[in-house]
């Protein structure tokens, strides 16, 4: 398994600002992936990041809203741009150490006003 | 495309007793993952079980049973004698074993809520 830390837990933002969430493991993984979690729904894949390479997005996420950073196999970083309302979810990376299971983190809570 | 259906939205059952949570899957891969995990109302997501699309044994773990059924395409869980901690929102997910580096994306189902009712 993996120990997945994210920072922050919770935030409420104003529209049109942006906001950085960061994931942190406690080992070295090659895939990272980011998810959305909108109120009461089910968990959408964003985008899968390998270190050393561009991020893949999912249909209906884009680059510009959705930036990601994967400076090394432990660390990454996700940030909603220009927030609306609309944004408002939890947003959960994952890590999946030796081609097994995904684990999860915590998740950051977004709420914007 | 790979789908996941948790037709069951919401699912209250009195403590102790049994109940069983159902999911049916699409694919069209040959060598496929299927998971469950379980989101507690504090919203992390815990890993349950893994099971891969050529061990069709069941698994039990405690209170927990996992019947898995290719010829139904179905990967059902079941909690015997359930307790009010069970309360949680359960996902199951479907992954294609498609990529050199491991599994590709999960594939979530839309969730069942299960209120256990001291």
């Known amino acids: 398994s993996a120990v997945i830390s994210q920072k922050p837990s919770r935030d409420i933002c104003q529209r049109g600002t942006s906001l950085t969430i960061q994931c942190q493991v406690d080992?070295?993984?090659?895939?990272m992936f980011w998810y959305r979690q909108q109120p009461g729904q089910s968990l959408t894949l964003i985008a899968t990041?390998?270190?050393?390479?561009?991020?893949?997005?999912e249909s209906g996420f884009v680059i510009d809203k959705f930036p990601i950073s994967r400076p090394n196999l432990t660390f990454s970083t996700l940030t909603v741009s220009n927030m609306s309302p609309e944004d408002s979810s939890i947003y959960l990376c994952?890590?999946?150490?030796?081609?097994?299971?995904?684990?999860f983190g915590p998740g950051t809570r977004l709420l914007v006003l | 495309a790979q789908k996941v259906t948790q037709a069951q939205t919401e699912i209250s059952v009195v403590e102790k007793e049994d109940v069983t949570l159902d999911c049916v899957y699409e694919?069209?891969?040959?060598?496929?993952?299927l998971f469950w995990y379980k989101q507690p109302p504090s919203g992390e997501l815990v890993f349950l079980i893994r099971r891969n699309s050529f061990d069709e044994q069941n698994e039990i773990s405690g209170r927990y049973s996992w019947n898995f059924q290719k010829s139904t395409s179905s990967f059902n869980f079941t909690i015997t004698a359930s307790q009010v901690v069970d309360s949680a929102v359960y996902f199951c997910a479907l992954s294609e074993a498609s990529s050199p580096f491991g599994n590709e994306k999960l594939t979530f189902g839309t969730g069942t809520r299960l209120t256990i009712i001291p």
């Open positions: 994952s890590v999946e150490p030796g081609r097994e299971t995904q684990y």
């Open positions: 694919t069209r891969d040959t060598t496929y993952y």
């Open positions: 080992s070295q993984v090659t895939m």
């Open positions: 990041a390998n270190q050393g390479s561009e991020a893949t997005y």
